[in-house]
């Protein structure tokens, strides 16, 4: 059954014992219970381009050809899950390059948030922007502590569109919603708990993937195909609202990306990023 997954065997006393490696996204199938960790690795924040972006689609899509049980999304990064879209593809951009990144990250969600098999998100770390897309594309959230989550969309000056939105209101209260994207808001570990946006606290990375595991043990009783029906049934509606406007969408964050100001507080934004460390 994950025979693909096997290229690469290592020691069957590891409990994740069969791997494949790419450059970007590493794959551990559980041989036991069919769980899958999937670990980002684009150092040195996990940022997305479209190449990683790629990597972890087609992870997605095999581990859903080869009938997975369960997914776990974690990082190779010691403290970060993943920094969001990578700024450097998104200012000054290439506009061939700025579609291609977009048309990636929604072919990514419409597969991550629409897995037929359960799906957690392992935060090791910060997860912001896009990091905290693909978190809430998960069905359940551990994260450790001292670390962010959010989408600061707004305050780039770019507004989430609708599926980003749809992906917050499936997990957080209206108001919550409402509070969070319009303030462009990042949560500490504690708040994000507070507010549901995370499910529950690990003390650490080994932990984050135990409690994921745990979450993933609750559906062994469930049937697959009725998991992936009902899991159609509560999500399908955002999911087909993104398929049947695809181009709008895309037309959307391009003319957002391009804005004269948005361009102008991403070169600060990235000079911010550069100075922390002088
Ligand atoms: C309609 C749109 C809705 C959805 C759109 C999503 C758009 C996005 O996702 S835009 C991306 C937004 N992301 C962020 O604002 C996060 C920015 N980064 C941070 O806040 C911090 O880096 C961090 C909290 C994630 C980590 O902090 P830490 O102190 O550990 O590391 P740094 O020194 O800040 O970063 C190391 C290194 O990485 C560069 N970098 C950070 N984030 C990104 C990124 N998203 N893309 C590309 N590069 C990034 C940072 O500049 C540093 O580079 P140098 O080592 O060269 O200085």
Redesign the pocket.
């Known amino acids: 059954m994950i025979s693909f997954l096997m290229r690469r065997t290592i020691p069957r006393c590891r409990a994740y014992s069969s791997q494949t490696t790419s450059e970007l996204t590493k794959v551990e199938v559980n041989e036991k219970t069919g769980v899958a960790v999937v670990t980002l690795n684009r150092p040195?924040?996990n940022?997305?381009n479209v190449a990683a972006l790629r990597s972890l689609e087609k992870v997605i899509g095999d581990l859903e050809t080869n009938k997975c049980k369960g997914l776990i999304l974690s990082s190779s990064s010691k403290?970060?899950f993943?920094?969001?879209?990578?700024?450097?593809?998104?200012y000054k951009p290439d506009q061939e390059k700025l579609k291609s990144l977009w048309t990636a990250?929604q072919d990514l969600w419409i597969k991550l948030y629409g897995a037929s098999f359960p799906t957690t998100a392992a935060l090791n770390?910060?997860a912001?922007?896009?990091?905290?897309?693909l978190a809430l594309s998960c069905d359940y959230r551990v994260m450790v502590p001292n670390s962010?989550i959010g989408?600061?969309?707004t305050?780039?000056g770019?507004?989430?569109?609708a599926w980003?939105i749809a992906s917050m209101q499936n997990v957080l209260s209206k108001r919550s919603v409402e509070l969070a994207l319009l303030q462009g808001r990042?949560y500490k570990t504690n708040q994000a708990l507070e507010i549901g946006l995370i499910d529950e606290i690990a003390n650490d990375k080994d932990e984050t993937i135990k409690k994921c595991e745990e979450f993933i043990a609750k559906y062994s009783r469930v049937q697959s195909l009725a998991f992936s029906l009902t899991k159609r049934e509560l999500r399908g509606k955002a999911i087909s609202e993104l398929t049947s406007n695809r181009q709008g969408d895309l037309q959307?964050?391009v003319d957002?990306i391009n804005n004269p100001s948005v361009q102008k507080f991403l070169e600060k934004?990235?000079q911010s990023?550069?100075s922390?460390?002088n």
């Open positions: 040195p924040v940022g997305l403290n970060i993943c920094a969001g879209l990578d700024l450097t593809e998104i990250f770390g910060h912001i922007a896009g990091g905290c897309v962010s989408l600061n969309e305050e780039l770019i507004s989430p569109t980003i990042i959307f964050f957002s934004y990235l990023l550069k922390k460390k």
